[in-house]
Nanobody
Framework: QVQLVESGGGLVQAGGSLRLSCAAS????????MGWFRQAPGKEREFVAG????????YYLDSVKGRFTISRDNANNTVYLQMNSLKPEDTAVYYC?????????????????WGQGTQVTVSS
């Protein structure tokens, strides 16, 4: 089992930046593919970004491509989400998640482990 704790959320003006971190503990971090998801009020949870075990492959929601960057540091058991040029529509609770599945990196039900979430609010 792996435990995940997100940090770095907050309130930022449109056009600003935030860097989310997700610290993992428990099992070997490098065994897990990692993802970031978000959920806005009244909406379903959606995939934002994913990264493979080594960090060599990344995946993004179309609307965040070119603005968000996912990365990982396996030596320090942490995955990051750098968010630039933030927009009000990026406002949501952001969750990191871990999976050992070899499929469905964009699908929430593929992930067995979830953090508690961190709030990101972008004001216009």
């Amino acid at each position: 089992q792996v435990q995940l704790v997100e940090s770095g959320g907050g309130l930022v003006q449109a056009g600003g930046s935030l860097r989310l971190s997700c610290a993992a503990s428990g099992r070997t971090f490098s065994n897990y593919r990692m993802g970031w998801f978000r959920q806005a009020p009244g909406k379903e949870r959606e995939f934002v970004a994913g990264i493979n075990r080594s960090g060599g492959l990344t995946y993004y929601l179309d609307s965040v491509k070119g603005r968000f960057t996912i990365s990982r540091d396996n030596a320090n058991n942490t995955v990051y989400l750098q968010m630039n040029s933030l927009k009000p529509e990026d406002t949501a609770v952001y969750y990191c998640a871990a999976t050992t599945a070899t499929y469905g990196i964009r699908t929430a039900r593929s992930y067995a482990y979830w953090g508690q979430g961190t709030q990101v609010t972008v004001s216009s």
